[in-house]
């Protein structure tokens, strides 16, 4: 089975700031996908960038861009020029590229945004 | 519809009622998620359709949880003799096809407390 940890349960960062978040994994397989969700107190779930095991190069989304160490399974994100919009929970999340279609979320991260 | 709809958006019940919560995908979607999320928590699989069928539901807690989709559009979550545990924001999901590739789309959820 495979498991998503997320070590920092609250974070904050000043606006227009740069701020990290860490996620690791285990898993046995090779193909999976990763990813980061945004959370706002809405709780609706929103996609913020998606990562294929199989591709080397980091996923880069506007101000949000990964570190994908494949060897060491870490995910982290960074969010560059923090804005206030951004302050919300942020998961991590593993899916099999394989049969398996369910998510695997860790346990959040709240980051808070500071004026 | 333009998002996924979930009702209601708040339920309070008595412990031992029956609760039934509602999902209208994205008009077009084929796949339909359940997720339970509970407070502190990142979300965690509860069952998923390929059309009217249940393609997974290995994530149901226990047979007091059931879940149908009889024409492949609207879901409805039905929790029988509920327990202060099943407390939480349940969220559903969908995407175009049957996706492994994690960009589902969520609605807000419906937040279910048992007194």
């Known amino acids: 089975a495979q498991t998503v940890t997320q070590s920092q349960p609250e974070m904050s960062v000043q606006e227009a700031e740069t701020v990290t978040l860490s996620c690791t994994y285990d898993t046995s397989e090779n193909n999976y996908y990763l990813f980061w969700y945004k959370q706002p107190p809405s709780r609706q779930m929103i996609l913020v960038i998606r990562q294929e095991a199989y591709k080397q190069q980091n996923a880069t989304e506007n101000r949000f861009s990964v570190n994908f160490q494949k060897a060491a399974k870490s995910f982290s994100l960074k969010i560059s020029d923090s804005q206030l919009g951004d302050t919300a929970m942020y998961f991590c999340?593993?899916?099999?590229?394989?049969?398996?279609?369910?998510?695997?979320f860790g346990s959040g991260t709240q980051l808070t945004v500071l004026p | 519809g333009a998002g996924v709809s979930q009702t209601p958006s708040n339920k309070v019940t008595e412990k031992g009622k029956y609760v039934e919560l509602r999902c209208d995908p994205i008009?077009?979607?084929?796949?339909l998620y359940w997720y339970r999320q509970s407070l502190g928590q990142g979300p965690e699989f509860l069952i998923y359709f390929q059309g009217t069928g249940a393609a997974d539901d290995s994530g149901l807690p226990n047979d007091r949880f059931f879940a149908v989709r009889p024409e492949g559009s609207v879901s409805t979550l039905k929790i029988q003799r509920t327990e202060r545990g099943d407390s939480a924001v349940y969220l559903c999901?969908?995407?175009?096809?049957?996706?492994?590739?994690?960009?589902?789309?969520f609605g807000e959820g419906s937040r279910l407390t048992v007194l």
């Open positions: 008009s077009g979607h084929t796949a």
């Open positions: 999340a593993f899916v099999f590229s394989g049969s398996a279609r369910q998510l695997t």
């Open positions: 999901a969908s995407s175009r096809t049957l996706s492994n590739t994690g960009e589902l789309f």
